[in-house]
């Protein structure tokens, strides 16, 4: 008979957890707050992966050595977040996660100095709402969130100086209501946001679009730095 060799078993466990934060300023706690004062909030929790792989093999039953002769290399998966170059600009914008609360949306735009040199910014961002080509959509874009809710703070037009590698943040918020049935509800998939009116624009893809229903406004925070927590 021929020995059959053994394999050693190893157990491969993988723990993820998801903290939201938006802009460093409570964005998603005053949502939740304005539409259910009395409910706490959900916290964050964490939970393992199994080894189950597709096809039925675990990881536990791979050998520790691959036959003589095989090559096997792992797939190069892009990177989801375009960091990889800094725009002629010197800053970066990426947008948040789209936070919902029966109708009311908002995320945040967070702009990164990714240059070699201060970068400063005061006030509100120029955002225009783009379709599926990118042209733009008749949406009013307005100057602090007032119109829309006063669940999200403005802290108003004020100087914020970025150094090499800081960051600010702009809240975006708006309503899924459609009050006209005639009239097509909104749902953009790009903005076309620059810090300032006059400065490059970048073309953001937020997750989900942005559904705006038939309300036609979608209001801007002033820029705030990021602080160090």
């Not at 300023?25 to 964490?46: K, M, T, W």
């Not at 970068?119 to 307005?142: A, C, I």
Request: hydrophobic share 35%; glycine share 10%.
């Amino acid at each position: 008979m021929i020995p059959i060799p053994r394999r050693t078993a190893s157990r491969v466990s993988l723990a993820a957890a998801l903290i939201l934060a938006v802009g460093g300023c409570g964005l998603g706690e005053e949502i939740d707050r304005e539409v259910n004062p009395d409910r706490d909030l959900p916290s964050a929790s964490a939970s393992s992966a199994g080894t189950e792989r597709p096809g039925g093999v675990r990881a536990d039953e791979l050998p520790e050595q691959l036959p003589s002769g095989l090559d096997v290399r792992p797939t190069e998966v892009p990177s989801p977040d375009p960091t990889d170059t800094c725009p002629s600009s010197g800053v970066r914008m990426l947008p948040g996660l789209v936070e919902p609360a029966m109708g009311l949306r908002a995320m945040t735009v967070r702009l990164t100095n990714c240059g070699t040199e201060p970068y400063t910014v005061n006030g509100y961002p120029s955002v225009q709402v783009l379709d599926e080509d990118r042209e733009p959509v008749d949406v009013r874009v307005l100057r602090g969130p007032e119109e829309i809710t006063t669940g999200v703070p403005d802290p108003g037009p004020h100087e914020v100086t970025l150094k090499p590698g800081e960051s600010a943040t702009t809240s975006l918020v708006w309503r899924n209501t459609v009050t006209e049935a005639d009239v097509p509800a909104v749902n953009a998939p790009y903005l076309r946001v620059a810090p300032a009116k006059g400065r490059p624009a970048q073309v953001l893809a937020p997750d989900g679009g942005l559904d705006l229903g038939t309300t036609g406004r979608l209001a801007t925070g002033a820029w705030t730095k990021v602080r160090d927590s």
